[in-house]
Nanobody, 126 residues
């Protein structure tokens, strides 16, 4: 399994970006995908995740709830993170990660993800 995160860039506060996580490997539909971010000098934190199940339930950190939307396209083996109303505090390197058949209860636990992408930088200017 390999993950390729893309879509980061520089945006003004209030703007939007869409991140993509391209999955390479077999059985994409059997993997839950999470987005995490790490700002300079801070620990990596959970942002959002979507389960592998056909119902594809999602979870969001409180700090992004209502502003970010996660979705998956199993045919394209891609998970998207649509980010609206971006704030300077959203500035970070965003990573996507995959975990096979991880249920919704555990989506926020970074240690349960087996595969990680290389990260894409999001910079929000004030």
């Amino acid at each position: 399994v390999q993950l390729q995160a893309s879509g980061g860039g520089l945006v003004q506060a209030g703007g939007s970006l869409r991140l993509s996580c391209q999955f390479s490997g077999r059985a994409f539909s059997g993997y839950s995908i999470g987005w995490f971010r790490q700002a300079p000098g801070r620990e990596r934190e959970f942002v959002s995740a979507i389960t592998w199940r056909s119902t594809a339930s999602a979870d969001y950190a409180e700090s992004v709830k209502g502003r970010f939307t996660i979705s998956r396209d199993n045919a394209k083996k891609t998970v998207y993170l649509q980010m609206y109303s971006l704030r300077p505090e959203d500035t970070a390197v965003y990573y996507c990660a995959a975990s096979q058949r991880l249920d919704s209860t555990y989506l926020r636990d970074q240690d349960l993800y087996d595969y990680w992408g290389q990260g894409t930088l999001v910079t929000v200017s004030s």
